[in-house]
């Protein structure tokens, strides 16, 4: 049986809270950035705590070339689900997170 989604964001806290060290720079600024990260993704071992570590995720937003990057703000996010819908992360998400792969 598979996690909800309440399970797995709340096991993505808990490991950004105790400390699970996540690639938050380079930010993915261009498309060569954004190739190596989504590659490093898919010769990962797909795990959660994989995803979040490449993907970068914080419990905050960064603020980053003057754009606070907060997970409600990139194109990615479901709101009513709470969710990162980028296929290489498909993660449940918080709206104040952020991730080096954010979008507008």
Partial sequence: ?????????????????NGLKTTVFPRADDDA???SIIAELNKSD????Q???IGGFTLEPIE??????????????LVHRRYCELPELDVPVEAEWSCR????
Avoid: F, H, N, P
């Fill in 46 to 49: 797909g795990s959660l705590e």
């Fill in 64 to 77: 980053y070339q003057e754009i606070e990057q907060a997970c409600e703000t990139c194109m990615y996010y």
């Fill in 1 to 17: 049986m598979s996690q909800s989604d309440d399970a797995i964001r709340k096991e993505a806290e808990a490991l950004l809270e």
């Fill in 33 to 35: 950035q954004i190739s």
């Fill in 101 to 104: 792969l954010w979008r507008i």
């Fill in 51 to 53: 995803r979040l570590v």
